[in-house]
């Protein structure tokens, strides 16, 4: 009696832990074809920034916001991104660094999408650090003179419609900092930094620099963001990160971290899909 219910206990043991098994497998393949689907499916946010005394001819005034493309593409000729912008339209194009990756430097992906935008458009670009050091920048710079890009590797900046737009690659020296300032503190008007980091904007509020907008990806958004919990790493910002994606203010600067669109060292994303951003100026 005792040596069958044992055997009943057993067999029991044996179908819940099957049952178990199939189910964890079942959630991981869940979740590994689910994070495929995000890793290469872009997203186009929407975000309006109020800026202080903005003139009446910059209301409305939008930027496309592209960061961190690291040599990927999205469908056939970019067509996953291209089709994001179908019917929208836009004052400039702001690409924050990371378009090629270090360990695959092909400038091609993110030539094709340059190629594929409104080339009517101004667009500036700002080196990160998989530029920096990468052996095909120089040639990858090149393209994209050619094609009508201003590519600012040192301060500088253009002025558009009364609109200070100010880059600087990153990482920087202490001197293209204090480059930065005295750009910024000479010029009239609404102030909008292309950087690559976020941890420039720390810099920035605490420098008293007088920017309205500080555009930045760098983060990835984390790659991985958990429910509830939210971001566990991202790259410069390290542990439990504070600007690891999305809309910050402090005092008068705005802050927008781009989530960017590839990938790298863990080719996968996870809760952070790759993103485009369209962000308008309206007056506050």
Do not use: C
């Amino acid at each position: 009696m005792h040596r069958i219910y044992r055997i009943n206990i057993l067999r029991f043991v044996i179908k819940a832990l099957k049952k178990l098994v199939l189910g964890t497998l079942l959630i991981v393949i869940g979740l590994v074809l689910y994070s495929y689907w995000e890793t290469n499916t872009p997203v186009l946010n929407e975000v309006t920034v109020e800026i202080a005394d903005l003139p009446p001819e910059l209301e409305g005034f939008t930027i496309l916001h592209m960061t961190d493309l690291h040599s990927a593409y999205f469908g056939t000729n970019q067509e996953k991104i291209i089709s994001l912008l179908e019917g929208k339209d836009y004052d400039l194009v702001a690409l924050t660094g990371d378009f090629l990756d270090i360990k695959n430097p092909d400038p091609k992906p993110a030539l094709l999408l340059v190629s594929r935008l409104n080339r009517e458009k101004p667009f500036i670009f700002v080196p990160g650090n998989h530029e920096i050091n990468n052996p095909v920048y120089r040639e990858f710079r090149s393209e994209l003179v050619s094609m009508g890009v201003r590519v600012f590797d040192y301060p500088d900046y253009i002025s558009i419609k009364n609109l200070q737009v100010i880059g600087l690659k990153y990482p920087y020296s202490k001197r293209d900092f204090q480059e930065l300032t005295e750009i910024s503190n000479r010029l009239p008007g609404p102030k909008i930094l292309l950087n690559h980091a976020p941890v420039t904007f720390s810099k920035v509020v605490k420098e008293q620099t007088n920017f309205d907008l500080v555009l930045v990806g760098h983060t990835h958004g984390g790659q991985i963001r958990l429910p509830i919990i939210g971001t566990l790493f991202a790259p410069g910002e390290r542990w439990f990160p504070q600007y690891d994606a999305g809309f910050f203010t402090e005092g008068k600067t705005n802050l927008y971290v781009n989530r960017g669109l590839g990938t790298s060292k863990l080719h996968f994303r996870f809760l952070a899909p790759p993103e485009i951003a369209l962000i308008t100026l309206k007056s506050k």
